[in-house]
T-cell receptor, first 116, second 115 residues
Framework: AQTVTQSQPEMSVQEAETVTLSCTYD???????LFWYKQPPSRQMILVIR??????QNATENRFSVNFQKAAKSFSLKISDSQLGDTAMYFC?????????????FGQGTILTVHP | DAGVIQSPRHEVTEMGQEVTLRCKPI?????LFWYRQTMMRGLELLIY????????DSGMPEDRFSAKMPNASFSTLKIQPSEPRDSAVYFC?????????????FGPGTRLTVL
């Protein structure tokens, strides 16, 4: 079974600064996907960024980028130029490839607060 | 598209009562997932369907929980009888068919409180 661990229950950052959220996972498989989801106070789960395990290049989406270290099974999220709207809980998630459907395994989440 | 629709958004009930949560997936999506979010256990998958057929229900906590998907546009999650420890936010998500991973789109969730 796969596990996902987020070791930072809470993080805070000043507006316009950069913050990195950590995530490690455990799997013996080679074909998988990793994700970061954002859950603002509205509770809506929003996909921030995804990474296919077979891709060596780190994914980037505007101010969001990841540092994917496959051998170390590490998948951190970097948020640049933090904005007040980035305040949310962030979940790291794992998906085992092979089908278009299947379960997402989530980490425990990291609450990020962006201060003005 | 309206996205995944869940109802009710909030439910408060008393212990022992039956609770039914409802979900309408995005049109054209053929896989549907029920997740539960609690402070203690985080986000966990309860059950998922593909083409209306339950594929994996190993996350369903106990026999008090049941889920159905009578057609491609509707699913229910029922708790009978409910207990205070069932208090949580329940999410429904859906995804479209394909050979590789497709994004799961989440509904807004139902916050259930069992007194």
């Amino acid at each position: 079974a796969q596990t996902v661990t987020q070791s930072q229950p809470e993080m805070s950052v000043q507006e316009a600064e950069t913050v990195t959220l950590s995530c490690t996972y455990d799997t013996s498989e080679n074909n998988y996907y990793l994700f970061w989801y954002k859950q603002p106070p509205s509770r809506q789960m929003i996909l921030v960024i995804r990474q296919e395990a077979y891709k060596q290049q780190n994914a980037t989406e505007n101010r969001f980028s990841v540092n994917f270290q496959k051998a170390a099974k590490s998948f951190s999220l970097k948020i640049s130029d933090s904005q007040l709207g980035d305040t949310a809980m962030y979940f790291c998630a794992f998906f085992l490839g092979g089908t278009s459907y299947g379960k997402l395994t989530f980490g425990q989440g990291t609450i990020l607060t962006v201060h003005p | 598209d309206a996205g995944v629709i869940q109802s009710p958004r909030h439910e408060v009930t008393e212990m022992g009562q039956e609770v039914t949560l409802r979900c309408k997936p995005i049109s054209g999506h053929n896989s549907l997932f029920w997740y539960r979010q609690t402070m203690m256990r985080g986000l966990e998958l309860l059950i998922y369907f593909n083409n209306n057929v339950p594929i994996d229900d190993s996350g369903m906590p106990e026999d008090r929980f049941s889920a159905k998907m009578p057609n491609a546009s509707f699913s229910t999650l029922k708790i009978q009888p409910s207990e205070p420890r069932d208090s949580a936010v329940y999410f429904c998500a859906s995804t479209s068919p394909g050979q590789v991973y497709n994004e799961q789109f989440f509904g807004p969730g139902t916050r259930l409180t069992v007194l």
